[in-house]
């Protein structure tokens, strides 16, 4: 049962991913754009040119924030990934069971089960 609901969540996140792949690519694009608009207004030495990289830089701005649906389609691509991390995941079989009363043991069990 708990493969078919990973496998349920696998497709609804990859249609999700899919519907979002435009605005992700355009974000990416978006994104690089502004890096280069910044790049070019630090070389600038006009104040007309600084003045253009900074009108381009809001116009791309404008371009990514309507991408911000991207946002959506990195959400789904974690959650794809979350998936196929535990799809052969034993669970609890593999931290042993440690029934001692010896300090040290209970110390190894304990840290065992931090660290799920």
């Known amino acids: 049962?708990?493969?078919?609901?990973?496998?349920?969540?696998?497709?609804?996140?990859l249609g999700i991913l899919l519907a979002n792949l435009g605005p992700m690519i355009l974000l990416g694009i978006s994104v690089w754009l502004l890096y280069v608009v910044?790049?070019?207004?630090?070389?600038?030495?006009?104040?007309?040119?600084k003045i253009g990289w900074v009108v381009l830089g809001?116009?791309?701005?404008s371009v990514a924030v309507s991408n911000?649906?991207?946002?959506i389609g990195l959400a789904a691509a974690y959650v794809l990934y979350?998936?196929?991390k535990h799809w052969n995941n034993k669970g609890d079989s593999e931290?042993?069971?440690?029934?001692?009363?010896d300090p040290f043991t209970n110390f190894e069990r304990q840290w065992a089960e931090?660290?799920?």
């Open 68 to 71: 911000v649906y991207a946002v």
């Open 95 to 101: 931290t042993e069971v440690f029934t001692s009363n």
């Open 1 to 13: 049962m708990k493969k078919f609901l990973l496998f349920v969540a696998a497709l609804v996140a």
């Open 82 to 84: 979350l998936v196929y």
């Open 58 to 61: 809001l116009i791309i701005t």
């Open 38 to 49: 910044f790049k070019k207004f630090m070389k600038s030495e006009t104040t007309a040119g």
């Open 114 to 116: 931090l660290k799920k």
